[in-house]
């Protein structure tokens, strides 16, 4: 099973900063199965890249995903305050059976 | 528009048993497998199962293995999560969600599920 770990843990940042949010895998995943989600309290996760660059219906481009074999990483160019909430990068991996997992999530907090 | 509606959480004793239903509506429901996920609070997300969009391949993670059932009913658009033997640790706010080439673009609002004594 691959354990995706994600850095850092949580980010206190500014409006209008730069972020870099880091997902590393346990081994190699296929880059068409790597996704990133925001989640905020009481909502559901959204979707905001899938096959590790392609935003999602509807997302800003401030946010772009990039990486290969066991990194990846989700960018957003300028925080909005909207964008503080958890983000989560999750793998598909199948073989016997599939098996879907999920980073530990990274918060970004307003500083 | 694509809705997923899911229902029938609440508190359970240890042992007891509960089914979640996860209602579709705005696509063609019986073309796409679907997931169940969780999240246990103050953690993150977990998979629970997935199930082909026939429903005749049903997996599940190890932790819920010979408890959970997850079934599907497409005339009804319907898709069920039926928890047996639950236990405390299986306290979770659980999601329904469309699966589309290894990610899910659509979820529920999530019903949440405390086992508890």
């Known amino acids: 099973e691959i354990v995706l770990t994600q850095s850092p843990g949580t980010l206190a940042l500014s409006p209008g900063e730069r972020v870099t949010l880091s997902c590393r895998a346990s081994?190699?995943?296929?880059?068409?199965?790597l996704a990133w989600y925001q989640q905020k309290p009481g909502q559901a996760p959204r979707l905001l890249i899938h096959?590790?660059?392609n935003r999602a219906t509807g997302i800003p481009d401030r946010f772009s995903g990039s990486g290969s074999g066991t990194d990846f990483t989700l960018t957003i160019s300028r925080l909005e305050p909207e964008d503080f909430a958890v983000y989560y990068c999750?793998?598909?991996?199948?073989?016997?059976?599939?098996?879907?997992?999920f980073g530990q999530g990274t918060k970004l907090e307003i500083k | 528009e694509v809705q997923l509606v899911e229902s029938g959480g609440g508190l359970v004793k240890p042992g007891g048993s509960l089914r979640l239903s996860c209602v579709a509506s705005g696509f063609s429901f019986s073309t796409y497998s679907m997931n169940w996920f969780r999240r246990v609070p103050g953690k993150g997300l977990d998979w629970v199962s997935s199930?082909?969009?026939?429903?005749?391949?049903?997996y599940y993670a190890d932790s819920v293995k010979g408890r959970f059932t997850n079934f599907r009913n497409n005339a009804k658009n319907s898709l069920y999560l039926q928890m047996d033997s639950l236990r405390a640790e299986d306290t979770a706010v659980y999601y329904c969600?469309?699966?589309?080439?290894?990610?899910?673009?659509?979820w529920g609002q999530g019903t949440l599920v405390t086992v508890s004594s």
């Open positions: 096959g590790t660059s």
């Open positions: 999750q793998q598909f991996g199948s073989g016997n059976s599939p098996r879907y997992s």
């Open positions: 199930i082909t969009w026939s429903g005749d391949e049903v």
């Open positions: 081994q190699s995943v296929i880059s068409n199965y």
């Open positions: 969600a469309r699966l589309l080439n290894g990610y899910h673009e659509y």
